[in-house]
């Protein structure tokens, strides 16, 4: 019998999704989602992960699960063909952490650069909370515990994949095939890596305030489009402007198509021509922006139509949520039974261990 095709991902709810998100993984989750080769895809809200580093604003985290889950049907994603849950709600994933702590040092997690990267971002040095510090054990758990063969990640978590990675190989070598060793799906195009934020600087970041929301209106989206980052020393129309860099340039390599140019700039046939002809000069920064403006409101238009249809009945996406956490604590809990049973720990499951006790001390007292 063929091994079952199966994807976790998800997304810590620290705030509204936004275009980042959605190049970088949304939108891929849907075609995978859509494509018909995966038997199971579970997608989680991280809401326990999220609590590692908001600890004391809990209620940040919990305020915007809805606001994931609003986002991830907004963008296609159907809960009748991916198992939308909240990871908190699953507490077999927090017993699967315990155990699996067992099999890594302090070191090893020294050394992952996701996490070192993570902690100097946050500015945690030697105060880490040993919660986040750990997380990607959790991250483990969460990938085992629905037996995933696939996660579609960023290059920026291939060192976590790869620690979970390690922690099935250590598991089974000691304990006996139990777990599924996953594989990283990478995005397929070399703008969806990462898609900086509006003001160019590498990453898009709510406390930066340089994010495009996939819930803002179409003036949202103008007003922040009209006020990006371009080249700074091109500034006026004949001036030769520079595409590298130019986070404008950068957005249209993740969102245009060779369509859109028939549609809102026929002077040019694709991409390429417009890259020359504003590196050459004679190309000013205001008919970029709308060109980019026209297709990111083509792009971003019907999920906000769906949003809206969905924000009618939020009771109906609470269900929706319980149902999948559920479903999803189901297969968890079978996959903890099978680790148990490994790790000779199902005590009162094992009546062949019961029946031996029982043997060995009867023979004692006889004896």
Known sequence: MAKEKIILTGDRPTGRLHIGHYVGSLKRRVELQNSGLYDKIFIFIADAQALTDNMENPEKVRQNVIEVALDYLSVGLDPSRSTIFIQSQIPELCELTFYYMDLVTVSRLQRNPTVKTEIQMRNFEASIPVGFFTYPISQAADITAFKA???PV???QEPMIEQAREIVRRFNYIYGETLVEPEILLPDKAACMRLPGTDGKAKMSKSLG????LSDSADEVQKKIRSMYTDPDHLRVQDPGKVEGNTVFTYLDAFCCP???GRYLPEYAN???LKAHYRRGGLGDVKVKKFLTAIMQEELEPIRNRRKEFEKDIPAIYDMLREGCEKAREAAAATLDEV???????YFDDKEL???????YRGEVQG
């Open 340 to 346: 148990r049973r490994a790790m000779k720990i199902n």
């Open 259 to 261: 369509e859109h140019f």
């Open 354 to 360: 019961i029946a031996e006790q029982a043997r060995k």
């Open 271 to 273: 991409l390429d021509e």
């Open 210 to 213: 340089n994010c495009i929301y």
């Open 149 to 151: 063969t696939t996660v």
């Open 154 to 156: 960023g290059e920026d």
